[in-house]
Each structure stands twice: as structure tokens, then as C-alpha cells.
């Protein structure tokens, strides 16, 4: 061992932050989803509060349990993890504390804007601007306190675990930005820069890619450090972890379109989704496989060490959701499970019980050590186990049966497929009540069990005293940057990018393009194969150069999960738009329309009314024509959903008359007997907000709603001419509504939900026709 | 059912460029990675078991 031997002291107050903070925010997520539960099945719990509502309150749940509780477990275990692994501290105590409370400053303002109905409307990405430019900001730090610790590293080789963290820096800063784009029309709103079919692809990529990449890459990384730790054994199979990690990052990035199966998004992607999901299998099992095998010989600790425990049935539910995901996204199953509570069922086995199990199995290893003591109760952390284990197991069981339940009535057809066996949405929800009340123990025994973790580890804190780690360390020479030119201009690189090329090209080019790259592919996979048996020493060393160099090895990271999302985004982006529409295209919403859709928006009833029918014949037997993509290409957001606690609205516009919108948005229960729906008094009340209408439209037309030009004072008349005329309608028929108040424009917007369409021939369609020779 | 879907001609492309692409670099990452050095995996799947000691929080730290 050569150079100056040091004693590096970690910076474990950090961790001890976000460890609280984690648990703090874990209690508050949880409970917002007992609660939210509880209001599905009680619609008094709403308590006719605006900012108490299921619809403002479900973004509140999923935002603080994904990034509120998961995020500071996730830095908790980074910072700790990669200060040993690297053994150096990390880089600057400035950066890290600035990550912390920045990132707890978001998560207040999250909480306070999400239940004030300050939504963009898309799920998990409901923040508004001002706050997502904060978390792009804090992210950043995060990644320059994490990769300049990695720079100034005493460890040449990196370990696994910090692959994935490479990989969760980088894609989640791509997935965030790019999904976030927008373009502000005030302070506190703003519209995103996609719409309609464009929209829902990215939101889908962002969405999906978020549990990949936030609730599972880094989990992952997590796993690979801490369950040896915890079994004292090294991870079951090094190269297996390897093969783990580059499957997980070049598949996933490809599977979100299984999110909108039989959707109006394209059969290509739609394929892709579906093909690249089943292949995720591999990885998936592969991985929760090297966990569980890591602790051969020492399963015996699973009865001394309650946080053995917890990481044991972690991994076991990451192969069950993981398992149970692609299957979800082979088209036949998703035609069921789609829009049903068995999605809910999935996300849910993943996220407590891989999430929060991985989350308790940290902290109760973490705890003692980070405070110089023993835990303060083994018995109470096998209680919890036990208490969580069940509620996760009724919460689940109950989704499986809910979800096919609800989906196969949906779709059951009598007289020979001519009527729907059941008319009424309300009887499908009636018959699965008894399980969304299940749902609600499963979910408040979870909950009862994490308040046992605090207690626990509160008590533990209680008992010791905060100490700091460190580790003695040889300090030697930097080793020699591998480059760019090094990384990229080499032999394994280059034969990989040209069959690559050379066999797309024959695949698909035509004629002497095909033959020729057929050529070029045989020439250079045999020059591959003789060059490798000549010189495998150099490319070995290629990679085990590329394993000790950061900043490569990241390039090659960003490369593989940029390629993964261009090739999805780009072609629907830049495609014309007379080729995606089909035969219908959207006619913009008027002024009261908009303003009746941001209420729409601001209220989250796109978390249980989608806005897509599918084309089976159940669905358009009971809600209309299927979906076209031309219907909602000037949708900024999409609105398409991702849920039916509630009917599609898709093609409410024109079913019920104005007077049972007010009665039923003011009263659900006295329209729908049995419904679940909150009730929406203020809406009768409140004056709709139309002071920044005129800075709406005017973004409307920069993202290319084809709004013709309109002065202020002309948006402010057509919207006043149209509010009248349903205030007058409504007097019509007894029910007396001033023009200004919510409702007005809501009725607006949902009467012209599946009218505001003309028919559209496609330029091509329409030359064909042109020069078509008649027989 | 899916032939309604007005894509066409080019984008078709990309389910199977998304296989060769993938199946190519798994071949060659899977042969990597079974061909790594048995003194590297060593040192690697070691790394997490390192011992490590601990330090007081001294006064200047709040907590």
C-alpha cells in the first residue's frame, strides 16, 4: 500500500437530517393516503372544503410519498453509502445542508400549494413552475455535491451501488426538466409546452421513468450496499449486479407508452411499451434474485435482525411488483386492468412494500449506528414488521379483487353483446366497496406500524449519542483521466455503434442501402470477433478503466437513457400534425370553456375521470365514440387520466342538461345514488378568476392553439356573451346562478366535452382522393 | 382495432431498432461483465464490508 495514510471523518449529520425528515414526511404521505382512502368510501370526509378534497388532496399523497418521503430516504442512503464506498467525506458541508433544506422548503410549499388547487394537472407533476424550477435548482446541487465527492475519492473502483446512483442523477434531472417545460401565464400558473397525444407520451415517460429512476434505481443502490452490510457477506453475484444494472437502464427508459395501451397513442409505441416492459422481467428478477441469495448462509438473521427482515420482504415485493408489471402491460390484461383499482393494488405493493419496507430496514441498521447505541426495541420493530406486513397484504388483495372486479363489470355485455350488463357506474362501485373499506384497514395498520418506527427510532436517538463515521485511508497520486477520446475512439465502442448502424441499415434501407449494410454488417462482426481473440487483454482494460472513470462512465448513462427517450419523443414531436390527428381534429375551447377547465384542473378531477374511451365495445357502448388524437391535440395539459373512480367524461358534453351539472356538482348524491364523488358548494359561490384570461390565450397561441387574434376586450365579451347564456338557460329550468361563478364555466367546459371537434381529412388523404382512378 | 392508428411508413422502425439496439449491447455487457478480472470482483463486492470507526460529534457541530 503506498501513500499517506489519512483518517477521513463523514459527514453523518446530513444522513441524521434526512433520515428524520424521511420518517416526518413518510407519517404525513401515509396518512394522507389513509385519509384520501377513507374519503373513497365516505364522501362526508371531504367536509364540502375546497382544500380538503380528494381531487386536491391524492396529489398531495403521491407528491409527499414519492418525493417527501422516498427523496430524503434516498439522500439519507446516498450521502451515507457513498461517503464509505468513495471513502471520502462529502464534498462541501455548504452544498449538502442547502440540499436539505431546499429540499424540505419544496416540500412545504408543495403542501401548501397542492390542497390550495395550484395544480399543472399532470399526475406526480402537479407542482407549479416557480416550485419546479426550485427542484431543478436543488437537484443540480445534489449533483454536484455528489459527483465532486466522487471526483475527490480515495477509492479508484466505483461499486455498484453508485451506478445507480449515476443513473438516478442523471435521468431524473432529464425526466424532470423535459416533462416540466412550460410556459408561464402568471405567478402561480402556467400551461406545459405539449399537448394532447404529445403530452400524454411525455407525461408517461416522465411518469413511468419516475418510479424507475426515483423509486427503484436508487433503491436498488441501496440494497446493494446495505444488505451486505446487514448479513455481513458480499453481494450474492458481482457480475450479476453488473448485468443487472445495464439491462435495468437501457429497458426501462423504454417502457412508459405501456401506461396508454389501446389509448389513441400510436400502435408503434404502444408495441414498444408493451415489448420493452416484458423484457424488464430479466433484469428485475435478476436483480431481486442477487439480493436474496446474498444472504446465503445467514438467513438465520432473519430472526435476530428486525431490519434483515424488512430488506428480505423488500426485495421480495420488488419482485413481485416487478413481476406483476409487465404482466399489466401485456395489451390483453391491460384492456382489464386499466383504469381499475388493480393498477392502484400494483403501485402500492411497490411502493410499501419495497419503498417503505427498504425505507424501515435502513433506518432501523442506520439508527444505532448513527447514534453510537443499540436499537431501543427489537420487539417493537418486529411488531411493526408484522402490523406492516399485513396491511400491505390486505391493501393488495383487496386491489386484486377490487380492480378485475370493477373492470369486468365495466365490460360485461348482455343480449348477445347488444346492452351493458351494468348501465350505472354507481353499481360497479357499489360492488366494490366492501374492499375499498379493506383498503383502508390494510392502509391504517401500515400506518400504525410506521408510527411505531418513529417512536422507535426516537427513542433509540434518545438513548445515544450522535456520533460521526470514519475510516483510515491511504491517500494516493489521482490515477490518469481516461478522456473522451479514450472513452468513445476504441475498438468495443466502435464495433458496437457500427453493427448497430450497419444492422438498422439492412433492416430497414432499401435495395442497394439493404445489401450493402448486410455487407458491412458481416465484414464487421467478423473483424469484432478476430480482434477480440487478438487483443481481448486491451478491451478488457477498456472497461476496467471505463468502471474507475466517473465522468465516462456517466456520458455512456446519459446516452443510454437519452437515446431511450428520443426515440419515443421525437418522432410524435416532430411529426406533421395532419398525420396523427385520424379523422377528427379539435376546435379550441372558448374563453369560458378555458376558464371552466383550469377549474377542471385546479379541483384534480382527472384523478378519477379520465377523458379516453377506448375502442372495445363496452366503452363505447357506454360512453360514446371511441377517442380520436385529433380531439385533444390542442389539450395543454392532457386530460386523458389515468383512473376511473368515476366515469370517462370524454363525451359527457350534451348528456345532461345544465341543471343536473349544478345539482350534481353542488350535491353528487342527489343526481347519482351511491356515488363517492366530493360535493363542490363553492362553486355555486366563488367568482371565476378571469384577470389573467387574456395572458392565457395569449400562451395558447404561442403553444399553437390556432386562437384567431382577439383584444382583450373581445376574449372578455365572448366570455361574458356565453356565461349569460347559460346563466339563462339554467334560469330556464329554475336554478338562478350569477354569470361570474365557477360553475358557469365549468358547465361550459364539461357541455363541450366531446363537441368541440370538425372532421379532417389528412393533406395525404386528401391528394390521394385527388388523384384516385376510378375502375 | 389497431389498424385505426393513423402512424405509418417510418415510425414502424423503432420497435425493431429498439431490439437491435438492445440485444447488441446486452451481448456485449453480458460478456463483460462474465469476463471481469476475479481480482476486480473481489476488491468490488468487498467494498461495502470495509471496516469503519466512529467519532464524537465534536461541540462545533450542532445537532
Redesign the interface.
Known sequence: MSGQKVTI?FND?IV?MFLIASIFWGAVGMLAGVFIAAQLNFHILNFDMPWLTFGRLRPLHTNASIFAFVGNMMFAGIYH?TQ??TKARLASDFLSNLHFWGWQLIIVAAAITLPLGFSRGKEYAELIWPINIAVALIWVVFAINFFWTLARRN?K?L???IWFYIATIITVAMLYIVNHLSIPTGLLHSYPIFGGVQDALVQWWYGHNAVAFFLTTPILGIM???L??AV????YS???S??HF??LV??YI?AGPHHLL?T?L???????GM??SL?LWAPSWGGMLNGLLTLRGAWDKLRTEPEVKFFVAGVTFYGMATFEGPLLSIKSVNALSHYTDWTIGHVHGGSLGWNAFMAAGLFYWLAP?LW?TKLYSKAAANMHFWLGLFGILLYVASMWVSGPTQGLMLSATAENGTILKYPNFVETLTAIRPMMLTRVLGGALFLTGWFMLAWNIFMTIRSG????????VYQEAPAPAMGLKRTFIDA?FLY?AG??VF??AW??GSDWVSVLSLILLVVVSISAFVHLQVS?ASW?EW??QL?ENSLPFTLLVTI?VF?GGV??IV?LVT?EQD????DRIQIPYTPLELVGRDIYIREGCYNCHSQQIR?FVAEVMRYGDYSR?GESIYDHPYQWGSKRTGPDLARVGGKYNHAWHVRHLENPRSTSEGSNMPAYPWLLTDKAGIDDLPAKIRVQRILGVPYPEMSDEEIYAQYRQQAEKIAGELQGMDIYVEPDREIIALIAYLQGLGKKWEPYA?AAAQAAEKTEVVP | ????????A?????????????F???I???V??????QS??N???????????????THG?S?
Open positions: 471523518e449529520r441524521r453509502s464509505r464506498l477509492e473502483s461499486y455498484v451501488a446493494y450496499y446495505y451486505p452490510k455481513e457477506r458480499p453481494v458481482y457480475r450479476l453488473v448485468v445495464w439491462l437501457f429497458i423504454w389501446h389513441a400510436p400502435d408503434w409505441l404502444q408495441s414498444l415489448l420493452f423484457m449506528r453510537n449519542r450522535a456520533v460521526n463515521g470514519a475510516m483510515e468495443p458496437s453493427i448497430v444492422g438498422c433492416a430497414f481481448g478488457g472497461y476496467e468502471l443510454a437515446v426515440v419515443q418522432p411529426v398525420q396523427v390527428v385520424e375502442p388524437l389528412p | 382495432m389497431s389498424s385505426r392508428v393513423a402512424f405509418e417510418w415510425q414502424m422502425v423503432f420497435p425493431p431498432i429498439g431490439f437491435i439496439v438492445f447488441t449491447l446486452f456485449w455487457l453480458f463483460r461483465a462474465v469476463r471481469m478480472k476486480s470482483l476488491h468490488l463486492e468487498n467494498l461495502p464490508l470495509e471496516e469503519e470507526i466512529t467519532r464524537p460529534v457541530q445537532e
